[in-house]
Structures are given as structure tokens and as C-alpha cells.
DNA sequence: CGACACATGTAACACGTTACATGATTTG
DNA sequence: CAAATCATGTAACGTGTTACATGTGTCG
């Protein structure tokens, strides 16, 4: 629901078009999220079905169609920024789903799954630096996202850097099995 | 693409059916992310279609449906495991978005939103360290999830901080704008 | 018997995403 | 003139999600 409630928050400082809403949220975000323009008028449709927003009239002479909040949708806005977050609103984290399932699927080799994360992330966690250093000091929306995604990469690390230590303590009182197949479930781990 | 993966994943460690998928990815990932049984279905319909998995005969005596994973499956398997998954492929920010917009959305006092949820993002913190407090040593799985999770709210609570320190700064230098209209606009922001 | 867990499945919908079609206007 | 940008829109599909229908077995 980022991008509904997105372009809603957009219309709230005025009436909007499609195509101005798309240029508006990519700048917005610092074009951390790339957003197709075709996606704009979809999700305006849907608002509209909703009774959040409002087209004014038919297009102008340039074509453009503007759109303008409605009352409920104004209330929706409200809501939305003082809701937080929940944790349960989020979506399943991938990467933690593909880890506690690598620990336990015969054949996986799990630190060399940490380890090529680990290796993706901190190669991304430069790109966001350099990013950042080349940001200037005024566009404060993108530097609040750049930050959030170099905090959540710095975490990631950190994290992954935990599982391998915990791995490397498993591994020390339970040897590894991976390649070579353990003499009693031989049979099983063959393919 | 989580469960995809994710039911794939479990389907590698041998033949399994709809019902027991859904109880198996839950304790995989420590019920962290309840799995809609439906789901399982769906699911497993569509990886059919594409030729991961396969269906043994009819149901057995006791109405259950095994499935067994492909060579094509396994392949992707193999192939999701040994990928990283990279910024890009995540989803859109929610909470970063909300206050990159609530920054630039006039009436909105985004100090506010920072604070309800940092409450928020704290309270959660201490029901998963009160989580893996209770969780015992011997599931790994659930706490890898676990830990995932505290790491990503220490992080979202460390860059909230960052956030209202900028906003104070801001603060200091421009004075808050929020209800008192800019003189130069005034009948533009008037509804 | 009634409630509950086991077990499968379908229908319907939400949002996100892309590819495509169409046309006006600007600009090198 | 050709290419790029501006501008709207639709069709089609993907995953995720829920609600519902259906039936068996078990246990207090």
C-alpha cells in the first residue's frame, strides 16, 4: 500500500495529474524506487473507486487529467501518518525466510550463503555511501531514505556477521555435513 | 516470492503435502510469519503449472496430496540459494516513504510521526527480546528470524533517532512552518 | 454429540508490475 | 525530420491473501 497511500499523500498538497504524481513521488524518494507511470494511473483508478480522490472535469488542453483529494481521502492521509508501522504489516523478510532454510535443507551450504550475502550487502552499503557523499546537503527526502536503507544495510552485516559466528559455534560441537555425507544417513543424502 | 521459495525449499528435503508445507514453513521461520493454509494450495498450483513440482498420483487413504520437486525445482532451488538478495529486489520502504512524504506534506508534523513510531518500533523490540528471552537455545531457525527481526528495529529505532536530530537541526535553523501559511503562498495552500 | 484438528481445494480480490497503444509537443 | 519527452490509458499477469465449502477423524 506504499504507493496508494504515496500518491495520496502527493494530492494532499494540491490537485495533481498522472504523470506530474509520477516525477513528484520519484523525487520525493530521492528515485530510490523507480515508479512506472502506467502503475500511477492504475493505483489512481483504484483511489477513485474508493472515493479518495476525485478527477476535476475531463483533460485540460495539454491532455492532463487532475485529480483532486476528497474529503475521505484526506482522513486516509491522516491516518496513515499517524498509524505506525507495525512490524506485522510488513512483508516477509526474504532473506531471513531463505537463511532459517538453508540452516535446515540437507546439501545447503549455509556459510557460503551468508557469505555471498554478506559480500552483496556490503557491496551495496558503498553504493549507498557514495550516494550519500555525493548528495547534497539540501534535498533532505532523499537523505532520510539513503540513511534508512544504510542503516538497514549496516544491520544486515551486523546480523549476518552474528550468524556466522553462531554458525562457526554449532559447527565447532557438531561438524559440518554438507559435502561429505555423514556415515549413518549416507544413503539419504545421496542424490 | 517468499513462499514460493520457501515451500520449494521444503519440498527439496523429499516428498511433502499442502497441509504439513504450512506447518513445516511456520516452524521453519518460528510461526514468526503465519502461512494461510489456502495459501499452500495456490501455491502449490502455480508451481505446477511451471514445472517445479509434480503431484504423486491421487490422494492417499487419508485424503493427502504428496507433491515431489523437479530437476527444474531443485535448479531453482540451488539457484535462489546461491543468489543474494540485492536492495533492489526488496520492496518498497513503507516507513521510509511515509516520512520522506510526511517531510514535504504541509500540516503534517512529522516530529510527531517520528515519535509515535519510535514508540512503536521500541515496544516491539522488547516483545521480541522478550521472545527470544523465552526461546529456547536448540531452535536455530527461529532464532536466526528472531534476531533478524531485533536487528532490523535496533536499526529502525537508531535511524529514527538520526531523523529527529535532522529535524532538530532543520528546526533551529527554519523555523516550523506547518499551520501559519507562507505569506507568498497563501492562497495557493488555502482549501 | 459437539468441537476441534486434519486435509484439500476454489473463488474472488488486492496490489504491484510490465508491455503495449496512442497521440501531442518539443528539440537537436 | 527524427528522436525524445510529455501525457494518458488498457490488458494481462504475478504473487499474496482471505473467505468459503467440503469432508474425515478424534476426543472429551
Given at each position: 500500500?506504499?504507493?496508494?497511500?504515496?500518491?495520496?499523500?502527493?494530492?494532499?498538497?494540491?490537485?495533481?495529474?498522472?504523470?506530474?504524481?509520477?516525477?513528484?513521488?520519484?523525487?520525493?524518494?530521492?528515485?530510490?524506487?523507480?515508479?512506472?507511470?502506467?502503475?500511477?494511473?492504475?493505483?489512481?483508478?483504484?483511489?477513485?473507486?474508493?472515493?479518495?480522490?476525485r478527477p476535476v472535469g475531463e483533460a485540460d488542453?495539454?491532455?492532463?487529467?487532475?485529480?483532486?483529494?476528497?474529503?475521505?481521502?484526506?482522513?486516509?492521509?491522516?491516518?496513515?501518518?499517524?498509524?505506525?508501522?507495525?512490524?506485522?504489516?510488513?512483508?516477509?523478510?526474504?532473506?531471513?525466510?531463505?537463511?532459517?532454510?538453508?540452516?535446515?535443507?540437507?546439501?545447503?551450504?549455509?556459510?557460503?550463503?551468508?557469505?555471498?550475502?554478506?559480500?552483496?550487502t556490503l557491496r551495496s552499503l558503498q553504493d549507498?555511501?557514495?550516494?550519500?557523499?555525493?548528495?547534497?546537503?539540501?534535498?533532505?527526502?532523499w537523505l532520510l531514505v539513503l540513511e534508512a536503507?544504510?542503516?538497514?544495510?549496516?544491520?544486515?552485516?551486523?546480523?549476518?556477521?552474528?550468524?556466522?559466528?553462531?554458525?562457526?559455534?554449532?559447527?565447532?560441537?557438531?561438524?559440518?555435513?554438507?559435502?561429505?555425507?555423514?556415515?549413518?544417513?549416507?544413503?539419504?543424502?545421496?542424490?
Open positions: 500500500m506504499s504507493i496508494r497511500h504515496g500518491l495520496l499523500a502527493l494530492l494532499e498538497r494540491g490537485p495533481r495529474y498522472g504523470y506530474q504524481l509520477r516525477s513528484e513521488f520519484e523525487s520525493a524518494t530521492g528515485t530510490t524506487w523507480p515508479l512506472n507511470v502506467g502503475q500511477v494511473y492504475t493505483t489512481l483508478a483504484r483511489l477513485e473507486r474508493d472515493g479518495l480522490v488542453a495539454d491532455g492532463r487529467v487532475t485529480y483532486l483529494i476528497t474529503d475521505t481521502g484526506r482522513a486516509e492521509v491522516a491516518s496513515w501518518f499517524a498509524t505506525p508501522v507495525q512490524r506485522a504489516d510488513r512483508p516477509r523478510d526474504e532473506l531471513a525466510i531463505k537463511l532459517a532454510l538453508a540452516l535446515t535443507t540437507p546439501g545447503v551450504d549455509i556459510r557460503a550463503v551468508v557469505q555471498t550475502q554478506r559480500t552483496a549507498l555511501t557514495r550516494l550519500k557523499v555525493r548528495a547534497g546537503e539540501d534535498d533532505h527526502a536503507m544504510i542503516f538497514q544495510a549496516e544491520a544486515e552485516v551486523r546480523w549476518l556477521d552474528h550468524c556466522e559466528s553462531r554458525l562457526a559455534r554449532l559447527g565447532r560441537l557438531e561438524p559440518i555435513t554438507e559435502q561429505a555425507p555423514v556415515p549413518t544417513r549416507a544413503r539419504e543424502d545421496a542424490r
